[in-house]
C-alpha cells in the first residue's frame, strides 16, 4: 500500500515526504522565472510542525489558516512522528528545522542561492551566519534581528486583522516591510529563515506575503524557531542521540528552564492524541 501524501493529526495537514523531496520541490520553485508565478505564489513557505504548533494551530483558528496556506508542512517533532503511528500511518522522515536550515544552506551554496537570516536575540543572527559560512565557504547570506513582536499577537483570531510589528529599535514605529523587500531583492535573496518562534514566525511571513507582488525572484520563507541560538552558540546543542531518542525537549529545558511552561504543551497534545485515537 503506498504511503500518504498527507497525514492529518488533530485537523492539521502534514506533508508525508523526505528531504530529498524538500530540497528538490524548493530548488525547481527556485528556479522558475516569476513571469511563470502567480503573484501570490512569489513566496514558498514551508512550515516545520511540532507539537507545540499543532496545539497553538488548535487554539487559533487563523493560525491554523496560515499554515494550511503554506506550501510545505513538514514533521519536525517527534511527537508528531509518533502521533502518525498511532493513527496508523507512518511518516517517511523526521525533518527538522535544523536539519533543514544546513541542507538549504549546502543547497544555496552549490546553485549561488543567497540566503537571509532574520530574527533572534541582539547579534544571533549575524552569529548564526558567521557559523554557516565556515560550514559551507561559498555561501552568500546576511544577518539582522528584525522586528519586535510582542506576545499580544497570540490573541488574533481574524485573518482580516492587520498586525503591526514594531520595530526593534523603537517600538512606537511601525516595522518597514518595503525596506525588507528592497533589501531582499537588492540581495538577490531566495531562502528567507525566519527565527522568532512560533506563532510569531509564521505571522511574520503571513505579513510579508502582503508584499510578494513587489518581490524580483522567487523566494523560500521558512520559520525555523532557536535554530539559530543552536548554530550560533547561545545554547548548548543536543547531542545526536539525543535528538534522536526524541528527548531534545529535555535537554533544552535543562539548559534553558524558562521553557518549562511551554513545554505543557506537549502534555497537551499527548491527551489530545489519546482522546482523538480511543474516541
Excluded at 509564521?202 to 505579513?207: K, L, Q, R, Y
Excluded at 531518542?245 to 529535555?250: A, C, N, P, S
Excluded at 535537554?251 to 480511543?278: D, S
Aim: proline residues 4%.
Amino acid at each position: 500500500m503506498p504511503a500518504k501524501k498527507t497525514i492529518k493529526i488533530l485537523g492539521l495537514e502534514i506533508d508525508n515526504i523526505t528531504m530529498n523531496n524538500v530540497l528538490e520541490e524548493i530548488e525547481k520553485s527556485l528556479n522558475l522565472n516569476n513571469r511563470k508565478l502567480k503573484i501570490e505564489n512569489r513566496i514558498l513557505q514551508i512550515a516545520t510542525i511540532n507539537p507545540e504548533i499543532l496545539m497553538l494551530a488548535l487554539e487559533n483558528p487563523f493560525y491554523k489558516e496560515m499554515l494550511n496556506r503554506a506550501k510545505m508542512r513538514v514533521a519536525d517533532g517527534i511527537g508528531i512522528i509518533l502521533a502518525g503511528k498511532i493513527f496508523g500511518n507512518n511518516f517517511k522522515e523526521r525533518i527538522t528545522g535544523l536539519a533543514l536550515v544546513k541542507k538549504l544552506c549546502g543547497l544555496g551554496a552549490s546553485e549561488g542561492f543567497v540566503i537571509g537570516l532574520i530574527g533572534g536575540q541582539g547579534k544571533i543572527a549575524v552569529k548564526c551566519g558567521e557559523c554557516l559560512q565556515r560550514l559551507y565557504p561559498n555561501l552568500k547570506w546576511w544577518g539582522e534581528e528584525g522586528p519586535e513582536i510582542k506576545d499580544r499577537i497570540l490573541d488574533i483570531k481574524d485573518s482580516s486583522k492587520n498586525f503591526q510589528f514594531s520595530d526593534s529599535k523603537n517600538e512606537k514605529q511601525t516595522y518597514n516591510f518595503n525596506a525588507l523587500i528592497d533589501k531582499i531583492n537588492r540581495n538577490r535573496t531566495r531562502i528567507l529563515f525566519c527565527a522568532f518562534g512560533a506563532p510569531k514566525q509564521e505571522f511574520f511571513i503571513n505579513a510579508l506575503r502582503q508584499y510578494e507582488n513587489k518581490l524580483h525572484q522567487p523566494l523560500a520563507a521558512i520559520g525555523v524557531g532557536g535554530v539559530f541560538d543552536e548554530i550560533g552558540g547561545a545554547v548548548s546543542p543536543a547531542p545526536e542521540w539525543i535528538d534522536k531518542i526524541g528527548l531534545k525537549w529535555f535537554w533544552r529545558l535543562i539548559h534553558q528552564p524558562w521553557r518549562w511552561k511551554r513545554q505543557l504543551a506537549l502534555l497537551k497534545f499527548g491527551y489530545q492524541i489519546l482522546l482523538a485515537r480511543f474516541s
